[in-house]
């Protein structure tokens, strides 16, 4: 069973600091690493998505991947109290019968005035 | 485009009743998931269909059955609901891309709740 680990949270920031958020997976065949935004009672939202090792900026958010440690992180700078919600970190997997993700168990993020 | 759209929103079934979770996509595209979403568990994904015709499990069929009416809908049936599948389902789409790889795009979700 392949797994994604992700710290549950919540992550309390103050408003305007950076939110680091980490996440590991343990396929290390994995090729593509996607952030998804759920805000309560909402559905996933895809915010970025990242293939190579480095860093990928998009805004205020930047996806951070290494292959050799199998981690990926999301950073998330001048955090707004609209960044308030669950980010859930997926990893692919290619199978015969498709792509399919896995999903982490998500960390809740709270950003305060 | 509506994207991918799931109905109803809501449903209360009585144990052992029987019911069926519509979803349709206007995207164009070829893959379909159905994924259940209960606290602390994060996403699981139930069924999916990489292409229409065909339908793969995932990690939690047990209970679950699934068709791929044509490329824009996928259902997903309980035949038999019992409480342990009181959840969030979402249903999701997605078109593969660049190096082989999917972006995943969600529906609203259908809150069900089995007494």
């Known amino acids: 069973q392949k797994e994604v680990e992700q710290n549950s949270g919540p992550l309390s920031v103050p408003e305007g600091a950076i939110a680091s958020l980490n996440c590991t997976y343990s396929d290390r065949v994995s090729q593509s690493f996607f952030w998804y935004r759920q805000y309560s009672g909402k559905s996933p939202e895809l915010i970025m998505s990242i293939y190579s090792n480095g860093d990928k900026e998009d805004g205020r958010f930047t996806a951070q991947l290494n292959k050799a440690s199998q981690y990926v992180s999301l950073l998330i700078r001048d955090s707004q109290p609209s960044d308030s919600a669950t980010y859930l970190c997926?990893?692919?997997?290619?199978?015969?019968?498709?792509?399919?993700?896995?999903f982490g168990t998500g960390t809740q993020l709270k950003v305060e005035l | 485009n509506a994207g991918v759209t799931q109905t109803p929103k809501f449903q209360v079934l009585k144990t052992g009743q029987s019911m069926t979770l519509q979803c349709a996509q206007d995207?164009?595209?070829?893959?379909m998931y159905w994924y259940r979403q209960d606290p602390g568990m994060g996403l699981r994904l139930i069924y999916y269909?990489?292409?229409?015709?065909?339908?793969d499990k995932g990690e939690v069929p047990n209970g679950y059955n699934v068709s791929r009416l044509n490329k824009r809908e996928f259902s997903l049936r309980l035949e038999s609901a019992a409480p342990s599948q009181t959840s969030v389902y979402f249903c999701?789409?997605?078109?593969?891309?660049?190096?082989?790889?999917?972006?995943?795009?969600f529906g609203p979700g259908t809150r069900l709740t089995v007494l």
């Open positions: 269909s990489a292409s229409e015709g065909t339908t």
């Open positions: 995207m164009n595209h070829n893959s």
């Open positions: 997926a990893v692919n997997e290619v199978t015969g019968g498709g792509n399919k993700l896995t």
């Open positions: 999701a789409s997605s078109e593969v891309g660049l190096w082989g790889t999917d972006t995943q795009y």
